[in-house]
């Protein structure tokens, strides 16, 4: 009996976390430090190119172009006063240019301090409202906007599940997302990248973000992997019926192989342990 039961074919699938990503999307940053005075937009909604979404204010460059305003000012007097010098002219003529390319780089900065959509699409950012009136340095990210044409989900796999998927020549899966998990969303062109990695594709993965991956305790992005892993990466396939999907949302894939007899599998993974902790 235990003999017939080995034998029999069984379905063999590999499961595994990962992460919804619009193909293209736009972050954006703090181009300057300072503090973030007004949010005019909310996450989920909807924007136009060139729609303003937040506006910053920088006591610090407010001070450097009133400097630079009083010392134009001052050499602009200076130099009035040394036009029959011509001398002293051309020292003053450069610092007067010299200070009105910094104004206008001062200026610049400021009007970036405004920001706007570059593009359409949905703003994400489920935690900008609460930076509202906190100073940020520069190149913090506020959110990203995701036209909504195209996505791709990323899954991280161990290394012994990456060599079953090696095996097959055209892999075929689908993914459920958190939150709507009795959706099933097809997709198409899976692969598996044939190298292995240690920097995850979102912090949301790993042990520090909720997820199953155990990650560097010395790293503070929560991105570091303890163990290799491969990615698998594939194009989702939207329909009439697939649910709303947002930009970096977590989910399973679900990739199923031929069958295989139940005592070659109980076999393999006996394999695979020992080789795991053994180092053999």
């Known amino acids: 009996m235990i003999f017939f039961i080995s034998i029999i074919p069984i379905s063999h699938a590999i499961n595994a976390p990962g992460i919804l990503f619009a193909k293209e999307y736009t972050t954006i940053y703090t181009p300057y ?13 909807m924007l136009k190119k ?14 450097d172009i009133q400097l630079t305003q009083s010392k134009l000012k001052e050499t602009l007097a200076r ?22 390319q910094k104004l206008k780089w001062y200026n610049q900065q400021k009007k970036a301090l405004l920001i706007y959509a570059p593009i359409a699409g949905k703003w994400i950012s489920p935690e900008l409202h609460s930076l509202r009136k906190s100073f940020l340095t520069k ?9 909504q044409d195209a996505f791709k989900f990323i899954a991280v796999v161990s290394q012994e599940k990456a060599f079953d998927l090696f095996r097959e020549e055209k892999l075929q899966g689908d993914v459920k997302l958190e939150g709507v998990a009795e959706k099933t ?25 909720g997820g199953d991956i155990q990650v560097a305790q010395d790293d503070p992005s ?19 019926t697939t649910p709303q999907l947002f930009h970096e949302r977590t989910g399973r894939i679900q990739i199923v192989l031929p069958d295989i007899p139940l005592g070659v599998q109980v076999v393999k993974s006996i394999k695979q342990l020992m080789q795991k902790r053994y180092q053999i």
């Open 33 to 45: 430090e300072g503090s973030l005075d007004e949010i005019y937009v909310h996450n989920g909604d």
């Open 50 to 63: 060139g729609e303003l979404i937040v506006k910053m204010h920088s006591k610090e460059l407010e001070l």
């Open 79 to 100: 130099k009035l006063k040394a036009q029959n010098s011509i001398a002293d002219l051309k020292p003053i003529e450069f610092r007067v240019k010299l200070l009105q």
């Open 139 to 147: 190149r913090i990210s506020l959110g990203a906007i995701v036209p």
């Open 185 to 209: 969303i097809a997709l198409k062109d899976i692969h598996v990248i044939p190298y292995e990695k240690h920097q995850l594709p979102s912090a949301a993965l790993g042990w520090y973000g």
């Open 222 to 240: 929560g991105k570091k992997s303890v163990e290799a892993f491969f990615e698998i990466r594939a194009d989702v396939i939207e329909t009439s």
